[in-house]
Every structure is written in structure tokens, then in C-alpha cells.
């Protein structure tokens, strides 16, 4: 879990205590819920589902992310959302919330509308 964490999870080195809670809830998914994703929902096709939403989507991609490549999402994604918005996030990889929280939630808040 260390390795796929620190080479193909993430691009950037986390804090020790963030690398030590990924490390504790990896662990804590058992049985189908923990490998239903890498085995099976990985490769599912939702475009059809995806053409569906008919409302403003923000689609944020990891620079460096190997698991999802913004330029996958770009040529997958992207095209059967009819309202999309695609931001890349610089240096991160798969888990932006934890490599650049406030660059994400600037993101977010850059997109969201006003009140």
C-alpha cells in the first residue's frame, strides 16, 4: 500500500501523518468494497450515464495523475458532458485533496456560483 501510495497515487511527498491516516484507512475496506474499483469499476463505461447530467460539472484532474490522466479524462469524460469545466490541478497526482487541498478548494470556489 506505501508504494502505490507514495509512486503511483500521489506526485508529491505528503506530511508523515497524512501518509500515516491513508496508510490506516487503506486498511480499513474488506472483502468486495475494498477491490470492487481496481478489478472491476475501473473499466466500466458510464458514458451513457454521463451524457445524462444535464447540469454545470467541474472536472478536476491531477497534473501527474496516473491512475485517471488529465488528458484521459479530457478525451473520455469530457466530451459527453454537455456543461463541463476542466481545471488541472499543477504537480499533484491522484489524491488532490490531500497533495493541494487549498488548490482545490480554490478551484472549487472559482467555479461554484454565487449566491
Given at each position: 500500500?506505501?508504494?502505490?501510495?507514495?509512486?503511483?497515487?500521489?506526485?508529491?511527498?505528503?506530511?508523515?501523518?497524512?501518509?500515516?491516516?491513508?496508510?490506516?484507512?487503506?486498511?480499513?475496506?474488506?472483502?468486495?468494497?475494498?477491490?470492487?474499483?481496481?478489478?472491476?469499476?475501473?473499466?466500466?463505461?458510464?458514458?451513457?450515464?454521463?451524457?445524462?447530467?444535464?447540469?454545470?460539472?467541474?472536472?478536476?484532474?491531477?497534473?501527474?495523475?496516473?491512475?485517471?490522466?488529465?488528458?484521459?479524462?479530457?478525451?473520455?469524460?469530457?466530451?459527453?458532458?454537455?456543461?463541463?469545466?476542466?481545471?488541472?490541478?499543477?504537480?499533484?497526482?491522484?489524491?488532490?485533496?490531500?497533495?493541494?487541498?487549498?488548490?482545490?478548494?480554490?478551484?472549487?470556489?472559482?467555479?461554484?456560483?454565487t449566491a
Amino acid at each position: 500500500m506505501a508504494e502505490a501510495r507514495d509512486h503511483i497515487l500521489t506526485a508529491t511527498r505528503l506530511p508523515a501523518s497524512i501518509r500515516a491516516r491513508v496508510a490506516v484507512d487503506s486498511r480499513a475496506g474488506t472483502g468486495a468494497g475494498r477491490t470492487e474499483w481496481p478489478l472491476h469499476g475501473i473499466a466500466e463505461d458510464i458514458t451513457e450515464l454521463t451524457s445524462t447530467v444535464s447540469v454545470p460539472a467541474l472536472v478536476i484532474a491531477g497534473e501527474n495523475d496516473q491512475v485517471e490522466p488529465a488528458d484521459v479524462l479530457r478525451a473520455n469524460l469530457l466530451p459527453y458532458l454537455s456543461q463541463a469545466e476542466f481545471t488541472v490541478i499543477p504537480t499533484t497526482g491522484h489524491l488532490i485533496p490531500l497533495e493541494a487541498p487549498a488548490d482545490l478548494a480554490d478551484a472549487i470556489t472559482a467555479f461554484a456560483p454565487t449566491a
